[in-house]
């Protein structure tokens, strides 16, 4: 299965500004996806982020508030703007892992907003 | 609309004792259904697939079962490092996922 490594783990930030979140996949993939885990919550996709093309956002969420990059098979970010508390979850990537293994997870990052 | 309902919420066992967490689905297709093991400020930890009714998996302590509507993750003598939340996920024949919110498993020593 692939290994992701995701960053940052977790932040405190204040209300208003930004915060980027990376991944880095140890092998080529063609999607990855976002998904965002708010407390006592099932898991919500964001949008799938494909190289070369721009993401692709579920309904409930949009580009403006959660603009995504994907430069290269291996690697993609997530910018959560112009925070508010309401945007204080777990957020997570994704790869699908080939037949068999449904996604791999990210280690997460738990973002906290005051 | 495909649904996927975990239950109990929480469960508290005393280390030794047995138990089964439950995990219903409706979809119009599975394609596969999928346990994955989550700690506290962690990333989902893939556990289990499951593609057709009466098949099971064994890992340690843990054995998922399916059927045609609902999935068990049965936990044998249960370690206090068991405690977890347990996810369930569907996958149906439009490559969709829907997981259900977990049962949060604490084991008492």
């Known amino acids: 299965s692939a290994v992701i490594s995701q960053k940052p783990s977790r932040d405190i930030c204040q209300r208003g500004t930004s915060l980027t979140i990376q991944c880095q996949v140890d092998?080529?993939?063609?999607?990855m996806f976002w998904y965002r885990q708010q407390p006592g919550q099932s898991l919500t996709l964001i949008a799938t982020?494909?190289?070369?093309?721009?993401?692709?956002?579920e309904s409930g969420f949009v580009i403006d508030k959660f603009p995504i990059s994907r430069p290269n098979l291996t690697f993609s970010t997530l910018t959560v703007s112009n925070m508010s508390p309401e945007d204080s979850s777990i957020y997570l990537c994704?790869?699908?892992?080939?037949?068999?293994?449904?996604?791999?997870f990210g280690s997460g990052t738990r973002l906290t907003v005051v | 609309e495909d649904q996927v309902t975990q239950s109990p919420e929480a469960l508290r066992l005393q280390e030794g004792e047995s138990s089964s967490l439950n995990c219903s689905y409706t979809?119009?297709?599975?394609?596969?259904l999928f346990w994955y093991r989550q700690d506290p400020g962690k990333g989902p930890e893939f556990l289990f697939t499951?593609?057709?009714a009466g098949e099971e998996k064994e890992k340690e302590r843990l054995k998922a079962t399916l059927t045609k509507k609902e999935s068990f993750l049965h936990i044998t003598a249960p370690k206090p490092e068991d405690s977890a939340t347990y996810l369930c996920?569907?996958?149906?024949?439009?490559?969709?996922?829907?997981f259900g919110t977990g049962t949060s498993l604490t084991v008492i020593p």
């Open positions: 994704s790869v699908q892992s080939g037949q068999g293994d449904g996604y791999t």
């Open positions: 979809v119009s297709g599975l394609r596969g």
């Open positions: 092998s080529q993939v063609t999607m």
């Open positions: 499951l593609y057709s």
């Open positions: 996920a569907v996958c149906d024949t439009g490559n969709q996922f829907y």
């Open positions: 982020a494909n190289q070369g093309s721009e993401a692709t956002y």
